[in-house]
């Protein structure tokens, strides 16, 4: 709720959860992101509630199913997404997170505990020195802001063609003590918890594996509701939230 509340606050119209099953993606069996519904308006089709949209979106995603049951990955969660088609970019979107974030006001998370990760670039893609600035500008040390490849800063298409592009990360940390001297954000050890992914979705892949400028840029951003309610309920899992404890309870009473 605070999220839709911040959002439409900052000019953005709520759009209805989509259903899991795609209505017009036979290529698809569920929706696996909050972009999903959305491809077409990514790819230039107007929406008919304009250019800057925020919703909250089930999602049922099996590409990393290795990684379910771990502290934070499940198979079934909710998505908080704030959309721009062809509208703001990368400037507004990182200062409203970091806003949403860290401003009494709203989630009021401790700065200290955040850190951020940004495309390190390659031979197809070139690298994200403006994100890591704007993320300097808001008074992040630049020890906080780590260059990851594209396995780790990259995101899309859904599939094999279509919209994707560099993302920016915001990871909480857990406290726990980390795994070993290389450990960082996007390390898997459950140290670092990804909380909010924002994509900047300025290319589409087309079928030959080129990666072509798309005639809008957009932002996808993606903010986990389970993983969230970790972090401002204390826990460093998904599990021992509110969402799933009085289930689990439930089991344990039962049995
Ligand atoms: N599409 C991105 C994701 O699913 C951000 O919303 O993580």
């Given at each position: 709720?605070?999220?839709?509340?911040f959002?439409q606050?900052?000019g953005?119209k709520?759009?209805?959860?989509a259903?899991?099953?795609p209505?017009n993606?036979p290529?698809?069996?569920?929706?696996?992101?909050?972009?999903h519904?959305l491809?077409?308006?990514?790819?230039?089709q107007?929406?008919?509630?304009?250019?800057?949209?925020?919703n909250?979106q089930k999602c049922?995603r099996?590409?990393?199913?290795d990684?379910?049951g771990?502290?934070?990955?499940?198979?079934f969660?909710?998505?908080?997404g704030n959309w721009?088609?062809g509208?703001?970019f990368?400037e507004?979107?990182?200062t409203?997170?970091y806003?949403?974030?860290?401003?009494?006001e709203?989630?009021n998370l401790?700065v200290?505990?955040l850190s951020?990760t940004?495309?390190?670039?390659?031979?197809?893609t070139?690298r994200?020195?403006?994100s890591a600035?704007?993320?300097?500008?808001?008074?992040?040390?630049?020890?906080?802001?780590?260059?990851?490849?594209?396995?780790d800063?990259?995101?899309?298409?859904?599939?094999?063609?279509?919209p994707?592009?560099p993302?920016?990360?915001?990871?909480?940390?857990t406290?726990k003590?980390?795994?070993?001297?290389?450990?960082k954000?996007g390390?898997s050890?459950g140290?670092?918890?990804?909380i909010?992914?924002?994509?900047?979705m300025?290319?589409?892949?087309?079928?030959?594996?080129?990666y072509?400028?798309?005639?809008?840029?957009?932002?996808?951003?993606g903010?986990?509701?389970?993983?969230?309610?970790?972090?401002?309920?204390?826990?460093?899992?998904?599990?021992?939230?509110?969402?799933?404890?009085?289930?689990?309870?439930h089991i344990?009473?039962?049995?």
């Amino acid at each position: 709720k605070m999220y839709l509340e911040f959002f439409q606050k900052n000019g953005h119209k709520v759009i209805a959860n989509a259903s899991l099953v795609p209505e017009n993606d036979p290529t698809a069996l569920f929706i696996s992101a909050g972009m999903h519904p959305l491809v077409p308006y990514l790819l230039g089709q107007r929406h008919p509630s304009g250019r800057k949209l925020v919703n909250v979106q089930k999602c049922l995603r099996t590409s990393d199913v290795d990684e379910v049951g771990d502290s934070n990955h499940l198979s079934f969660f909710e998505m908080l997404g704030n959309w721009s088609l062809g509208d703001y970019f990368k400037e507004e979107s990182i200062t409203w997170s970091y806003e949403f974030l860290t401003s009494k006001e709203w989630l009021n998370l401790d700065v200290e505990k955040l850190s951020f990760t940004v495309f390190a670039g390659d031979e197809t893609t070139p690298r994200d020195t403006e994100s890591a600035r704007i993320w300097e500008g808001l008074g992040i040390p630049k020890d906080k802001i780590f260059y990851l490849p594209r396995e780790d800063n990259w995101w899309g298409p859904i599939g094999n063609t279509g919209p994707c592009g560099p993302d920016t990360e915001i990871f909480y940390d857990t406290g726990k003590e980390p795994c070993g001297d290389e450990c960082k954000p996007g390390c898997s050890c459950g140290k670092f918890n990804e909380i909010w992914n924002n994509v900047f979705m300025e290319y589409n892949k087309t079928p030959s594996g080129e990666y072509e400028l798309l005639e809008q840029k957009n932002v996808d951003t993606g903010m986990g509701v389970e993983r969230t309610v970790a972090v401002l309920q204390g826990k460093d899992n998904v599990y021992e939230t509110e969402i799933y404890a009085p289930l689990f309870n439930h089991i344990i009473e039962q049995s």
